[in-house]
């Protein structure tokens, strides 16, 4: 095969990239992952305040931005992955839908769009009076929140679903 | 062009350099929805309308995006018109693709970026496809390019000497070539790894030959291997 029609081009974050962490799932796959740059204190600041002004509940963790949602969730925030890698991931780790009332914290909540998954984040509390969810989620490169489940850009909330790997013997 | 349209024009670069659009697309984790951010932000599509009615010159936004990929940069962050640079690249693909490797040189000679570096390489891994006999052509390119350019590849493998903190490696182009990185590299500039293959691409224009260079600021600590294979289409 010409060089100039290599496929892994396209792929940051794959096996050719000096910059990737091995990472695999529990079926081995190699997971395609690269850090990202973080971002400057101004550039952090300023990504915070935008989306304090249309997401109320939005509480700050961190303005690193060297990993996104789903680096944070599988990569131990060392990393970024792509969110298109999402259904595989939780597939190959044996994560498993279930409802929201049969959720805890530690579970995953995934947003998707009409195309595909487009955020992911961990289950931090439940209120059960109020019934509300909070997530925890990095949002891109824009920093890690706290949120309400329902408190996200509206292009991410065409689906919304929980996910568990969680193992209980009786 | 009157003073309206002046005024059109820098509010739309203002809209598009902004942090509501770098917040916004930002905050994305795939370069799908990257992709899908640029398209459907109003000030994108405004820019594309703009240039394809011949309102803005397809000049004037390279010219921008050449004067934002000039900038000096604070080497511990990403760069601050990375998002900027993306939605020009992105806004040229769609207006005016007989710009585009112009557009994508000019993106590549950004220090520090990241989804604009991103979106270069789609576009040159699209238009590399382009050429090998089981793919269709990359349409944007395909209707500028009657004649296939000349594609020359390289490459070359570093040592194990220590590399200094400020050590990089850049490609540079020369006049009139067009040069991409293919594996290894993951950015325009980036510090190496030791025993590393690097290779890239030198792509002409059908009237110009090809050259191109490799530059490290600390030369001696690599060990330049080209093996030069032509391949023409």
Redesign the interface.
Known sequence: M?????????G?GAS????RLELETRKRWPIPN?P?????P??MK??HR??QQTHFSLKLRSMR?DY????LVFGSRRT?????DALQILDDDGYRPISREDSERGDLVLYE?A??P???GIIWDSDPIRKTLTVLS?????GEYFHSLEDV?D?WKHEVSIWTERLIYK | MDRTTDLQVSEIFSEIESAALDTAVSSESSIRRVLNTLDSAEIVRRLVKAVREGKIQTETVLSRMAKLADKTVDFRYRNPHDTAIAAYLYSLIVSSPQVLLVACRIALAAQNTSLSSKLVQIITDEWARSFSSNSQPFPSIAANNQNPPTIVSSSFITTDATHPVNDYIRIAPISGVHVFPFSGFTMANQKPESNTKYSFAIVTDPSFPAFGEVHSNNSSSFMVLPTPQVTKN
Do not use: F
Not at chain 1, 16 to 19: A, L, Q, S, V
Not at chain 1, 68 to 71: K, V, W
Not at chain 1, 80 to 84: H, V
Not at chain 1, 138 to 142: H, L, M, P
């Open positions: 010409p060089p100039h029609t290599n496929r892994y081009v396209i940051l050719n990239d000096p910059k690269a990202t740059l973080q971002r400057s101004i550039e300023e990504a935008i989306h931005s996104n949602c789903i680096g970024a992955l792509s969110i298109d769009d195309k595909g487009v955020h992911i990095a949002w891109g490169s824009d850009r292009d």
